[in-house]
């Protein structure tokens, strides 16, 4: 298998002849965060659009338990404190609503792909808004009624559909599906980003260490960022050189 794979790579343009750039991460993922966001926003600065096809990297699923809050908790002050601009927020909800499971949101974002709810941009508008009340509003984002409200302010999605697919079970077989293909050699976590042409590349920018496990009170150490790399992809999957 190669980053060209279907399994990793699917379209090279969807709506509106749009370029598609396929990230796999979990939501819960703040490493993940910033490389959407570095992304979105180069995007946008930039005048070069790009879709987002996300696949899910479930680290529960991997892990075998829900992501303890103490490892996202110093992940995000490192990353919040390099780069203010992200907008995040300490959890500030009260204890017992954060998230136990981010698989029901993994399972909206794929569910919204599905033309009668939106596509590859509704997808994105969800993925966007999960991640932002989450990382700057302290909600609860595996529970479904918070994730409907959400999908309520998405410019291209259905939400009514949206709800109508969940109720189906849709979205939940393309999250046991892609952590399958994300257990092979290629996938090797959140976030990794793929592109046509043979572009595959795991954390973008980041130059990270820990200080020990987090297990046994570690930090880590958020050395530096290249935030260039979003605009050497947009530009190669542009045609821009």
């Not at 303890?68 to 002050?77: H, M, N, R, S, T």
Request: include cysteine; charged fraction near 20%; aromatic fraction near 8%.
């Amino acid at each position: 298998m190669t980053s060209d794979d279907p399994a990793l790579v699917n379209i090279e343009h969807g709506e509106g002849g749009r370029p598609v750039v396929t990230v796999w991460s979990d939501v819960g993922c703040p490493w993940a965060a910033l490389a959407l966001h570095t992304l979105r926003a180069a995007s946008a600065r930039l005048e070069l659009p790009v879709l987002i096809d996300h696949r899910a990297f479930p680290l529960e699923l991997f892990n075998r338990e829900s992501t303890p809050k103490f490892i996202v908790d110093v992940e995000l002050a490192a990353i919040a404190a390099r780069r203010p601009e992200v907008g995040w927020r300490r959890w500030s909800a009260p204890e017992w609503t954060y998230p136990s499971s981010m698989l029901p949101a993994l399972e909206a974002v794929q569910a919204a792909k599905s033309p009668a709810v939106g596509g590859l941009r509704a997808s994105d508008e969800l993925d966007i808004a999960l991640r932002r009340a989450f990382y700057t509003e302290s909600r609860s984002v595996g529970v479904h009624a918070v994730i409907l409200e959400l999908a309520e302010g998405c410019e291209h999605l259905d939400a009514d559909a949206l709800a109508k697919a969940l109720r189906a079970g849709e979205g939940r077989s393309e999250v046991y599906g892609q952590w399958d293909i994300a257990q092979g050699p290629h996938v090797q976590g959140s976030p990794h980003l793929f592109a046509p042409g043979g572009y595959a590349v795991h954390n973008p920018g980041v130059t990270c260490r820990w200080t020990d496990s987090p297990e046994n009170g570690g930090f880590p150490l958020f050395e530096a960022y290249d935030e260039s790399w979003a605009e050497e992809l947009l530009r190669r999957v542009h045609g821009a050189g």
